[in-house]
């Protein structure tokens, strides 16, 4: 069945980066766009940063803007999250998030999360 | 930035019904998504484009967009509706999601 499965999430301390994978089955990876989104402990849903399936465009949040950089690799159905310069409010689950096959505009498929904690 | 607005909590009897609103600037303009969010589960999508149920979703789930707010009905409210609801529009080629509403069936 179509399936995403996140890992890479961690206990780290401020200014420390991390590297956010997602493995996606089940479907044809390369012809959707994927996005991260988070989720602070209590809190709502952030969308975070998405890429194109060719990988010619990606967008970020401004929250995320010069310390966040999402990749994916076509070949091995996956799609990463680097996070440089990690601050306590990055603490959240990180979702990865396919959107819509008819359209780009909403997500049909939500991995589990993997969580990522900030704190000295 | 674009915003949407949600109540933080609506309370429902069960085999009533459940609105649910969403509101920002010009909402009707674009499509609405809605997801629930169960305790300690994932998001899952419950109605797309305004009003679209996927697959496996119960009838009971209904959308509505127009003018500034979007709406979810759930009608025949059970008690395993209750949950977290999240609204989401597409705005200037990037994501937004509303604040969340709590549903609680008493």
């Known amino acids: 069945q179509e399936q995403l499965v996140e890992s890479g999430g961690a206990s780290v301390k401020p200014g420390g980066s991390l590297r956010l994978s997602c493995v996606a089955s089940g479907f044809t990876f390369s012809d959707y766009y994927m996005s991260w989104i988070r989720q602070a402990p209590g809190k709502g849903l952030e969308w975070v940063s998405y890429i194109t399936p060719r990988s010619t465009l990606t967008k970020y949040a401004d929250s995320a803007e010069g310390r966040f950089i999402i990749t994916r690799d076509n070949a091995k159905n996956s799609v990463f999250l680097q996070i440089d310069s990690l601050r306590a409010e990055d603490t959240a689950v990180y979702y990865c998030?396919?959107?819509?096959?008819?359209?780009?505009?909403?997500?049909?498929?939500w991995g589990r999360g993997t969580p990522v904690t900030v704190s000295s | 930035s674009y915003e949407l607005r949600q109540p933080p909590s609506v309370s429902v009897s069960p085999g009533q019904t459940a609105t649910i609103t969403c509101s920002g600037e010009?909402?009707?303009?674009?499509?609405a998504t809605w997801y629930q969010q169960r305790p300690g589960q994932s998001p899952v999508l419950v109605i797309y484009?305004?009003?679209k149920r996927p697959s496996g979703i119960p009838e009971r789930f209904s959308g509505s967009n127009s003018g500034d707010t979007a709406t979810l009905t759930i009608s025949g409210t059970q008690a395993i509706d209750e949950a977290d609801y999240y609204c989401?529009?597409?705005?200037?080629?990037?994501?937004?999601f509303g604040s969340g509403t709590r549903v609680t069936v008493l």
């Open positions: 484009q305004d009003n």
């Open positions: 010009n909402l009707g303009k674009t499509y």
């Open positions: 998030a396919r959107a819509g096959a008819s359209s780009h505009w909403y997500f049909d498929l």
């Open positions: 989401q529009a597409w705005d200037a080629s990037t994501y937004v």
